[in-house]
């Protein structure tokens, strides 16, 4: 009853942040992420080995810098969830500005795996994505285990148009998506598991990687269309950077097909380090025989 009282509390509170300027709650969301990263936790060393595993050439005092700011990115990220779930749609128009080598409004879009990039703007990036399309979409997600949360996000999510469906074991809904040329969003660079996975390089580390975004295209004869939330700095909000189609792609081999999207972020990343979802457990999943990492 507790926990069930807290979570309403807490999706009451983003409701009520929802009203307030942004710039006050991204100032409250970076100052209570430099707070919490003043306290030894796991996460904290997470993003540790994230920094050192895939930046052995950074300095410790660099790797130190990074880390503060992707704490403050992270926390900040899951407050501002407030205007992203609650918000109205005229003031994300304000907020997020729209950078896309595709246009989102041709009514002859191709069917399009819209891949979204795990940075701390993903959220946002996700939403304004499915508000510029200007048609129904697809669109898969992590659910959340509490319950009231899982409510919120979802119908935060979906108040543009979009189908919210869990990834797990969703291949046949978005074949059928993509049959209806329905526009798909999804996100495949973190570690699931080895289900429907392979290990291929990240930084030069082996990293358990999805190979269904290829088979999905391939199967639905689809483009893949990577996109960016990044957080624009000095609290200006967000920009939804949507890239070209990738070219010759799917190959049809699933390691590289996989490699791709990989070396897509090796070449985004150094951009907005501190961006990045480095609070993941991105090498949960290890090679056999090789021992973990966190």
């Keep these: 009853m507790l ?5 309403r509390f807490a999706v009451g509170l983003l409701k009520l942040f929802a009203i307030l300027p942004y710039g006050l709650i991204a100032r409250f969301g970076d100052g209570l992420g430099w707070l919490l990263y003043q306290i030894p936790s796991g996460r904290k060393r997470v993003v540790h080995t994230n920094l050192r595993l895939c ?3 950074w300095s410790d005092a660099k790797r130190e810098e990074i880390a ?14 407030s205007v992203q779930w609650f918000g109205t749609a005229q003031k994300l128009e304000k907020l997020i500005e729209l950078d896309s080598e595709i246009d989102l409004t041709d009514p002859n879009l191709p ?5 979204g990039m795990h940075f701390v703007g993903i959220e946002a990036g996700s939403m304004f994505l499915n508000y510029s399309l200007h048609r129904p979409c697809g669109s898969l997600y992590q659910p959340f285990s509490n319950p009231e949360f899982e409510a919120a996000a979802k119908a935060g999510r979906s108040r543009f148009g979009a189908e919210m469906e869990s990834r797990a074991d969703a291949a046949r809904i978005v074949l059928r998506w993509l049959r209806d040329k329905k526009p798909v969003m999804l996100g495949a660079d973190m570690d699931y598991g080895m289900r429907n996975s392979t ?6 580390v082996p990293a358990c990687t999805l190979t269904a975004v290829g088979r999905l295209a391939k199967v639905g004869r689809a483009q893949v269309v990577p996109f960016i939330g990044e957080v624009l700095p000095n609290y200006k909000g967000y920009r939804l950077k949507v890239f070209k189609p990738w070219d010759n792609y799917p190959t049809g081999d699933d390691a590289q097909d996989a490699r791709r999207m990989n070396a897509f972020l090796e070449e985004q990343i150094p951009r907005i380090p501190e961006q990045y979802y ?10 056999p025989g090789e021992p973990n990492v966190y």
Excluded: C, D, M, N
Aim: glycine share 6%; charged share 25%; aromatic share 20%.
């Design 3 to 7: 926990v069930k009282l807290g979570s």
């Design 55 to 57: 930046f052995p050439e």
């Design 68 to 81: 503060g700011l992707h704490f403050r990115q992270a926390i900040r990220s899951y407050i501002e969830r």
């Design 111 to 115: 069917p399009t795996l819209f891949l």
């Design 199 to 204: 290990f291929v390089p990240f930084f030069g």
């Design 278 to 287: 480095w609070v993941h457990k991105r090498f949960k999943t290890r090679p």
